[in-house]
């Protein structure tokens, strides 16, 4: 399990619940706050003049990377054993990282500064096994949510609900979008996927056995190009607007999400089906490829489009109230959608 820290001051304006939730530690000024425990510990910023005499053994260690002299530096911590060692670099990023994971791990835990997601993602993927955390000083208020989603996916998870099938439909011809990702799904797992961006149903992936096609786990047949699914846990997208190399949030029947990369999309002309159903007063959407190996989950599993009667109940993710611009939501907007 990688470690998540944040670097705050007290000009951020970042919700204490969100803080609490999501990382392991924080630290304000020269002062680290172990979360959990409520332990706290002061952070020393080691120099080469000072290095030799200071006792470093369970300390947390703050070092910027700006030369091979201060690489070693920091391997000279973690073997006088140093518990944890902040890093940060002021020019190369990634072989500085490489050369202290292949180093240190296990001596010492690696903790990597960044200020953005992207960020964090080359330091927890660097040498494969990457860094044992990242720490993280938003740059920008959205990064923040981002960065969880890369660092502790687990603990992001969509509110789910149930919806009652009202009414389905087949109309007709139209171009539906497969999406094949670059991982494997499993039972209760696919892609959230509706015709309005406040409700979308839970489309799973071809994770069952059948008589006639071999299962596909790497695919979700997703809907027609015009639905609406998640591009992260802000936004949505089109359908049609994905292509290899892009993310997809993969959802479980439980709210779980996960990121997944695209491998490639597949548009066909395909016989659709209209799918309604209720939530409370709420009446939403989807179109689907009309075929037996398109499932939508329910409570009880995954059932069939094909197969779908009205009052059968489906699991469906309810989206923020309002409108929303190029894929992001704007409450206070009234939008119609029919």
């Known amino acids: 399990m990688k470690e998540f820290w944040i670097e705050i001051s007290k000009n951020d304006q970042i919700p204490i619940n969100l803080i609490n939730q999501y990382f392991d530690a924080k630290i304000e000024g020269d002062t680290a706050t172990f979360l959990a425990t409520k332990q706290q510990h002061t952070i020393l910023?080691?120099?080469?003049?000072?290095f030799e005499t200071l006792d470093v053994k369970n300390k947390i260690l703050k070092i910027c990377i700006s030369d091979k002299e201060t690489?070693?530096?920091?391997?000279?911590?973690?073997?006088?054993?140093?518990?944890?060692?902040?890093?940060?670099?002021?020019?190369?990023r990634i072989i500085p990282l490489e050369n202290l994971?292949?180093?240190?791990?296990?001596?010492?835990?690696?903790i990597a500064e960044v200020t953005t997601a992207e960020e964090a993602k080359v330091a927890?993927?660097?040498?494969?096994?990457g860094t044992d955390g990242v720490l993280l000083k938003p740059s920008q208020p959205e990064e923040l949510l981002k960065t969880i989603a890369i660092v502790k996916p687990e603990a992001l998870r969509l509110e789910?609900?149930?919806?009652?099938?009202?009414f389905t439909k087949p109309i007709g011809n139209g171009a539906r979008v497969c999406v094949d990702t670059c991982d494997l799904m499993t039972q209760n797992e696919g892609m959230l996927v509706g015709s309005q961006s406040a409700g979308l149903f839970l489309v799973e992936a071809e994770v069952n056995e059948?008589?006639?096609?071999?299962?596909?786990?790497?695919?979700?047949?997703?809907?027609?190009?015009?639905?609406?699914?998640l591009g992260n846990l802000q936004t949505t997208r089109y359908l049609q607007e994905f292509k290899a190399g892009d993310e997809v949030v993969i959802v479980n029947h439980e709210g779980k999400t996960r990121k997944a990369n695209v491998g490639r999309i597949k548009i066909e002309v395909r016989p659709l089906i209209?799918?309604?159903?209720?939530?409370?007063?709420k009446?939403?959407?989807?179109?689907?490829?009309?075929?037996?190996?398109?499932?939508?989950?329910?409570p009880k599993g995954s059932k069939p489009v094909t197969e779908l009667k009205q009052g059968d109940e489906v699991i469906v993710h309810l989206t923020a109230k309002g409108g929303r611009h190029f894929g992001t939501s704007v409450p206070d907007e009234t939008v119609i959608e029919k």
């Open 160 to 166: 789910m609900t149930t919806a009652k099938i009202v």
């Open 274 to 281: 209209l799918i309604e159903a209720q939530v409370e007063d």
């Open 71 to 92: 690489e070693n530096l920091i391997v000279k911590a973690a073997e006088k054993g140093a518990d944890y060692l902040i890093i940060s670099t002021t020019n190369w």
């Open 210 to 229: 059948n008589p006639y096609v071999a299962s596909r786990p790497f695919r979700v047949n997703a809907g027609s190009l015009s639905m609406y699914t």
């Open 45 to 50: 910023s080691p120099s080469t003049e000072n």
């Open 101 to 110: 994971i292949a180093r240190i791990k296990g001596k010492s835990k690696l």
């Open 283 to 298: 009446l939403i959407k989807t179109i689907l490829q009309n075929a037996e190996t398109i499932r939508v989950v329910t």
């Open 124 to 129: 927890l993927e660097t040498l494969e096994l």
